[in-house]
């Protein structure tokens, strides 16, 4: 079956330090893959997707998929970036969620 | 514009008790999808919806979840004889043009079981 590992389930790091949160997947396609956010008190929005190789709030991620994986970066962290983390995989019709990392931002 | 919107955004129910939870999708988007999000664990994907049908509805965990779309639009998420178990955030999200497009979510019904 597909799966979404995420293997931190926190992750603490001082502002203005590089932040990496890990998403590997099992699949034999070709994936598409997203990186959701939660923040405090607000809704599950998308922050990006692979396809579009883009830079949101000074986030990327790489699709690797020799080692299956779509690891979210920045390289320094801010405060407002703490938040629930979600990795997600869309493939056929269905998609798989990771359990979430909650990345938490130390002043 | 109006995002997705979900009711009730709390409910609270007695344990054999139907509830009915209801997901507004943003107007137009033609994908829809239900999550349950229980306490301490990530999404789990139940059903999506293209259009008024659900091609795929393995993902309800019991023959107790049932879930419908009317006119492309309104969808309804019914758990009949809810268990303690049940209690969790029902989140709902919808998605133009269609499936694996950038999903839009709702705020969630809170659903407790007692």
């Known amino acids: 079956a597909q799966r979404v590992t995420q293997p931190e389930k926190l992750l603490s790091v001082f502002k203005g330090a590089p932040v990496e949160l890990k998403c590997n997947y099992s699949?034999?396609?070709?994936?598409?893959l997203f990186w959701y956010v939660q923040y405090s008190r607000q809704r599950l929005q998308l922050l990006l997707r692979h396809i579009s190789r883009e830079s949101i709030k000074g986030f990327t991620a790489d699709l690797n998929k020799g080692e299956t994986s779509f690891h979210l970066k920045k390289p320094f962290a801010q405060e407002e970036d703490s938040a629930m983390y979600y990795c997600?995989?869309?493939?056929?019709?269905?998609?798989?969620f990771g359990p979430g990392t909650r990345l938490s931002v130390l002043p | 514009g109006a995002g997705v919107s979900q009711s009730p955004s709390n409910k609270v129910t007695e344990k054999g008790k139907d509830v009915e939870l209801r997901c507004d999708p943003i107007?137009?988007?033609?994908?829809l999808y239900w999550y349950r999000q229980s306490l301490g664990q990530g999404l789990e994907f139940l059903i999506y919806f293209q259009g008024n049908s659900a091609p795929d509805k393995s993902g309800l965990p019991s023959d107790r979840f049932s879930a419908e779309r009317t006119g492309g639009s309104v969808s309804t998420l019914t758990i009949q004889r809810t268990q303690q178990e049940d209690s969790a955030v029902y989140l709902c999200a919808s998605s133009n043009p269609g499936v694996g497009e950038t999903q839009y979510f709702g705020p969630g019904t809170r659903l407790l079981v007692l």
């Open positions: 107007s137009g988007h033609t994908a």
């Open positions: 997600a995989l869309f493939y056929g019709q269905n998609f798989v």
């Open positions: 699949y034999s396609g070709s994936p598409e």
